[in-house]
């Protein structure tokens, strides 16, 4: 289970420190595999984006069918504004949750959520 995490921090660019090889062969492995996986996973996160994005369009479009707006039309802002609201709130109730359970200041909680999410990592 170890690796499973080591894999996806690498191809993830999370890089919190905690699990890092110690060997040379570890190492150049770990560097080949990130040179590899890195722009694989970023080929993968703009497929699924692109999915999501025509997905939600989709599902903006018809509702404001149904709410009765004569402009059906999903413009990059509607996009732009729904993604800001649904951040917000992953990231508050994140906050939230690691607060109440790990404990922490919410300032403390919403700033690992931040940092964990934008992938900055700070490790």
């Known amino acids: 289970m170890f690796h499973l995490t080591f894999i996806g921090t690498t191809d993830l660019i999370l890089g919190y420190g905690h ?5 040379w062969g570890g190492k150049t492995f770990c560097m080949f595999y990130a040179l590899a996986g890195i722009p694989l996973g970023l080929v993968v996160f703009q497929s ?17 069918k149904g709410v009765g707006m004569r402009n059906t039309e999903v413009s990059e802002t509607n996009l732009i504004c729904l993604i800001s ?5 992953v990231m508050t109730t994140g906050a939230a949750a690691f607060s109440k359970y790990e404990r922490w200041d919410y300032f403390d909680s919403f700033y690992y959520c931040f940092i964990t999410l934008t ?3 700070n490790g």
């Open 119 to 121: 992938t900055i990592g």
């Open 48 to 64: 699924i984006g692109e999915r999501l994005n025509t997905f939600v369009a989709f599902v903006l479009k018809n509702l404001k």
């Open 19 to 23: 699990s890092t090889p110690a060997t």
């Open 85 to 89: 609201i649904l951040s917000t709130v």
